[in-house]
């Protein structure tokens, strides 16, 4: 019985987020305008707004995955992005996401060439949700510019943060970051080693979330779950 509850809520969830999930490009996101308008800078606008799409997409689909924990295969999605002891968090990770998908980013600078975006594909400003992407932003193929744009807007609507004491797990500041004994939230640095108090707080693991909840949304398009 309750294996087909489950399959029912996973087909409801899925009905849903395909009548919600249509990502218009740039319908949350304000860009400044900035001096001359070359076709250049129109066609990274362009590529903006298309990332963002994807991004809002995501969260969307991250939402769904986060509203049905309880089902076993959004719960394997849910340990990877937050780490097994999730379950005390799902109210906060909720709270953040629907932060994410409701906040309207505010963009700066659409190609920074300042010294301060050196190695850097964007920075943000959480205090006035505000953002500036870099060249290297548009060097990335559109699966990365979306996990680094979804990864943006968690700093930007919910003040996530990158690095965590090693001690107690608390998030810390980039200038706290530089005097104590730290790791670094991002997936290829030390995710999987956060504990689940941190990384709910943790940038990457809503874009990884996201990232995992659309590879879900479109093998279940594909292969849609056989009902019983």
Known sequence: MKSI?????ACFSFAVSGILAVPVPGKNMKIYKEGEQTKEHGDKIKTLKETEAD???????????ANFPENQENESIMVKAFN???????DLIRQTLKAMYKGKLMVRKVNDNSDAMKGRPARVRSSNKEASFGPSFYDLGNR???FGFTHEVSHAMANTKDCFAKADGRPLSTEESKHIDHFIGYQQNDHASLQSQSSVQNADSYAILAELAVDQYWAHKEHPPKKK
């Open 55 to 65: 991004a809002h997409f995501g969260i969307n689909q991250a939402l769904r995955v």
């Open 84 to 90: 097994k002891d999730f379950h005390p968090h799902v």
């Open 144 to 146: 990365q510019r979306a």
């Open 5 to 9: 509850y489950l399959l029912v809520l």
